[in-house]
């Protein structure tokens, strides 16, 4: 059983990564934001008494479920309001300017001693990169993210996006390919 500590600390751990991912998926913030606290919520008050090394597959599960239905009520929304124009904030920016790799890549004590054209040019490569990732396909970008950007075995993966493991291994395969591709297009080596 996961004691109130170590919940507290697990979704310390994930928050960060868990908004990141969801922005992916759903391409804004506040959204973003929206799902990853309703899937901590369902986790602290459904599966707080789980054992701690469940915690991690239970809350990616609730993630995908809860971002999946995301898209459900936004598919439903706009055939409703299909005809009202889209909102501008009082700033005049829409919700898609927002870069949080951008905001988020360094931390304050490289910012000093990193010159401004090193900054500029990590800025441009980190932007190249989450807009490649933004182009894949959903499932895709699911399993590419899981795998490497929360280090989940195919096992967990499969599990946290309730396919095969080899669905995912396809998946996992088809973005590494896609990522490679377009990135070495712009003449960008990993």
Known sequence: MATEQELSTFLKDVEKRAFKRSLYHVRDEEAALDIVQDSMLKLAQHY???PPQELP????RILSNSTLDW?????T?????AQMPTTVHSDGFEDDEFDWMQTYATS???DSAQSAETLTERAQLLQSIEKEIQALPARQR???LLRYWEEMDVAETATAMGCSEGSVKTHCFRAV???SKALKAKGIEL
């Open 48 to 50: 707080g008494d789980k």
């Open 57 to 60: 597959m239970l809350f990616h």
């Open 71 to 75: 898209f459900r009520r936004q598919k």
């Open 77 to 81: 929304r706009n055939a409703v309001f």
């Open 108 to 110: 304050d004590n490289q």
């Open 142 to 144: 699911e399993a590419f």
């Open 177 to 179: 390919q896609s990522l």
